[in-house]
C-alpha cells in the first residue's frame, strides 16, 4: 500500500480511496464478482478485509439483488461491485429493481481506461447511458481528484429523500492512478424542508366520517411506522397499505387491514373504496394498487403526503398535496387534528372481516395459506421474509403475519421473478439472523445458482418452493381472460429440487402435508445449513380477491364466482 503521510493525508491509488470510502461512509459488506477491469478494487478489498466484507455471489445480478435485500432489510446504503461489460450489464436487473422501490443501493463499475472509452474496446460498455433512466443520479469518474467526494455525494443522494440506486463507473487508469486522500465523517441525509400548509389538511380530517390510512413502502422506508399509528389511532383510522406498505404496522393491530390492491386483501380494499377521506402516505398509487384510476375511490377526498413532490398528482389527481418529511408532516397533523371515535366506521369494517373470513378461503389440506401459516408458527417473529414475483408473493403479501418493520423484502414496481434468492442472502447478511425465502418453481429457476452463494457463506436461510408445475400467474391470466390457452406456462421440467439442493451443499427436503413441512421446519431450525423445502400445491389455485385488467373494486373476482 502507497503511504506518504502529509499530517492526515494519504496518497493512495483510485482503488484504494473506493474502498477506503466506502469504509469512511458505514459499508460493513459489499456483494460483487470480480473481473479485469475491476481486479484493482479488488486487490484493495483484500488489503483491508478486516474492515469491509466482501460477499462473492454466483453472478453480478445476484449481487445487485443482495446489495437491495441487504438494504431493504437495514436501512443503511447496500453496495455491489462488477466490472465492465457484461459484469456491469449483468447489474442492470437489479439496478432497476432498486430503482422501482426506492431503494439506497450504490453500485461500483469498473471499466476500460479513459483513452479507450468509445473505442468498442474489449468488455467496453457505456454503463452510463445505459443506466440514466434506472438510477436517482449516475457518474462517469474521468477524474481520480473527483472519486472519493464522488463516492460520499453518491452514498448523500442514495439515502436523502426518496432513496435510490446511484452507479459509479470508474475507468481503470483512474483506479491505478494516485492522489490525496483525507478521510471524512460519514455524510448525513438532505433534509426537506416542510412549507406545507396544514391548515386544509386539518379541516378534511376533522370532517371525515369514514377516514383510511393509506401507507405506502416510504413509511417503512423512513422509518414512520410509530407516526402513522399514532396518527391513525388519534383519528380512529384503518390503516391498509400498498405491497411495499407491508411491515409498516403490525399485522397483529386491530387496525391493520393489510394489503389493498389487485390481488389486495378484501376488507382493505373494500374499506378504502368506502371512505370518505384517504390519507395517503409514501404510497405511489401505481395502477396494481388503484385499477381503473376513473372509478377509484371516486366519493372520497384525498390527501397525498410524500417525499417525492413528483408523486403528488402524478397517477391519480388528489384534493391535498402535502410534500416533505413524512413524519414531520404525520406528527404535526396528529398534534393539531380532532381526536374522533368513529364507531359506526369501526362496525362497517367489522363487517367486511367476516364477509372475508367467509368468502377468501383456498381449498384442500395442504394450500398456500397453509403452508404460509406453517411457516409463520414455526419461525421467530423477527424473521425477515423474502419472495420472488408471483402468485406465491401475492399469497405471502394477503397471509404473512408481519408483525417488524423492514420484515417484507419483494420486488414490487419491477416484478422481478428471481429476485429472492439474492435479497433474502441480502437480508440475512444485513440482520445476522436466518431468513425465509418463499418462491415458485418458475422463478426461483431464475436465479437458482445463487444457492452456491448461500451454502459457501454459511447463510442460514430457508427456501420454501410453492411448487406447481407451471408458471402460476400467467397462467391464472390464462384461465380467466384467455380462454385457457395455457401456451408456455407448463413447465414440464424435471428438476428434483431435493437432489439439487444436496448437489449445492444444502439439505433438501419435498413436502406435501401440513406434517411434512413442519418436520422440515423443525429441522431446518436445527441445522446450520441452508434448508430448501419444495412443497406441492395444486397448478389449478388462484390467487384471491383479483381486480380483472381495467377493472375496478366493484369488478373484484373471489373465488367461487365464475
Known amino acids: 500500500m502507497i503511504y506518504a503521510f502529509l499530517e492526515d493525508v494519504m496518497k493512495l491509488t483510485g482503488a484504494q480511496i473506493i474502498v477506503k470510502t466506502l469504509i469512511e461512509q458505514g459499508t460493513d459488506v459489499v456483494f460483487g464478482y470480480p473481473g479485469g477491469q475491476a481486479i484493482n478494487i479488488y486487490d484493495s478489498l483484500y488489503e483491508n478485509s478486516d474492515k469491509i466484507k466482501h460477499i462473492l455471489t454466483a453472478h453480478e445480478q445476484g449481487a445487485s439483488h443482495a446489495a437491495d435485500g441487504y438494504a431493504r432489510a437495514s ?71 473527483l472519486l472519493a467526494d464522488i463516492i460520499r455525494e453518491a452514498f448523500q443522494i442514495a439515502k436523502s429523500g426518496r432513496p435510490g440506486p446511484v452507479l459509479i463507473d470508474v475507468p481503470k487508469d483512474v483506479q491505478t492512478a494516485v492522489y490525496e486522500w483525507e478521510e471524512q465523517s460519514c455524510v448525513e441525509c438532505l433534509t426537506n424542508e416542510n412549507k406545507c400548509d396544514l ?83 409514501g404510497a405511489r398509487f401505481s395502477d396494481r394498487a388503484t385499477g381503473n384510476k376513473d372509478k377509484f375511490s371516486v366519493g372520497a377526498k384525498i390527501i397525498h403526503i410524500d417525499v417525492d413532490n413528483a408523486e403528488i398528482n402524478k397517477n391519480i389527481t388528489v384534493s391535498l398535496g402535502l410534500n416533505g418529511d413524512i413524519g414531520h408532516i404525520i406528527n404535526e397533523l396528529t398534534e393539531q387534528v380532532d381526536k374522533k371515535s368513529l364507531p359506526e366506521w369501526k362496525s362497517q369494517i367489522e363487517q367486511l372481516r367476516t364477509f372475508e373470513k367467509e368468502h377468501c378461503v ?27 414475483v408471483g402468485q406465491h408473493q401475492m399469497w405471502v403479501a394477503q397471509r404473512y403475519r408481519f408483525c417488524k418493520p423492514r420484515s417484507f423484502i419483494t420486488s414490487g414496481g419491477l416484478g422481478t421473478m428471481g429476485f429472492g434468492m439474492g435479497a433474502a442472502i441480502g437480508a440475512s447478511v444485513a440482520t445476522g439472523c436466518p431468513a425465509v425465502l418463499f418462491t415458485g418453481d418458475g422463478s426461483f429457476g431464475m436465479n437458482l445458482n445463487e444457492l452456491a452463494t448461500a451454502v459457501s457463506n454459511d447463510i442460514p436461510l430457508t427456501i420454501v418452493i410453492m411448487n406447481n408445475g407451471v408458471l402460476g400467474m400467467v397462467r391464472q391470466w390464462q384461465t380467466l381472460f384467455f380462454d385457457k390457452h395455457y401456451s408456455n406456462t407448463t413447465l414440464n421440467r424435471k428438476t428434483d429440487f431435493v437432489k439439487l439442493a444436496e448437489a449445492f ?58
Do not use: W
Not at 461491485?81 to 469498473?110: E, F, H, K, R, W
Not at 423445502?533 to 367461487?560: F, K, T
Open 199 to 281: 391548515k386544509a389538511a386539518i379541516e378534511l380530517v376533522n370532517n371525515a366520517k369514514r377516514p383510511f390510512v393509506y401507507c405506502g413502502g416510504g413509511v417503512v422506508s423512513s422509518n414512520s411506522q410509530d407516526h402513522i399509528l399514532r396518527f391513525a389511532e388519534k383519528i380512529d383510522a384503518p390503516i391498509g397499505c400498498s405491497m411495499m406498505g407491508l411491515s409498516a404496522v403490525d399485522y397483529n393491530n386491530e387496525r391493520a387491514l393489510g394489503m389493498q390492491g389487485m390481488h389486495g386483501r378484501y376488507t382493505s380494499s373494500k374499506a378504502m373504496d368506502s371512505a370518505d377521506l384517504i390519507v395517503a402516505v
Open 362 to 388: 383456498l381449498k384442500g389440506d395442504f394450500n398456500p395459506y397453509t403452508i404460509i401459516d406453517t411457516v409463520c408458527d414455526n419461525v421467530s417473529k423477527d424473521t425477515v421474509v423474502a419472495t420472488d
Open 505 to 562: 451443499g444444502a439439505v433438501g427436503f419435498s413436502a406435501s402435508t401440513k406434517a411434512e413441512l413442519e418436520q422440515a421446519l423443525r429441522s431446518a431450525a436445527e441445522s446450520s445449513k441452508v434448508t430448501l423445502i419444495d412443497c406441492h400445491i395444486d397448478s389449478d389455485e388462484m390467487v384471491y380477491p383479483m381486480l380483472p385488467p381495467g377493472g375496478a373494486i366493484e369488478d373484484m373476482i373471489l373465488a367461487g364466482d365464475k
Open 75 to 145: 436501512g443503511k446504503v447496500g453496495v455491489c461491485i462488477a466490472t465492465s461489460g457484461p459484469g456491469a450489464t449483468n447489474l442492470v436487473t437489479g439496478i432497476a429493481t432498486a430503482y422501482l422501490d426506492s431503494t439506497p443501493m450504490i453500485a461500483i463499475t469498473g471499466n476500460v481506461p479513459n483513452s479507450l472509452i468509445g473505442r468498442d474496446s474489449f468488455q467496453e460498455v457505456d454503463i452510463f447511458d445505459i443506466t440514466l433512466s434506472i438510477t436517482k443520479h449516475n457518474y462517469f469518474v474521468k477524474d481520480i481528484s
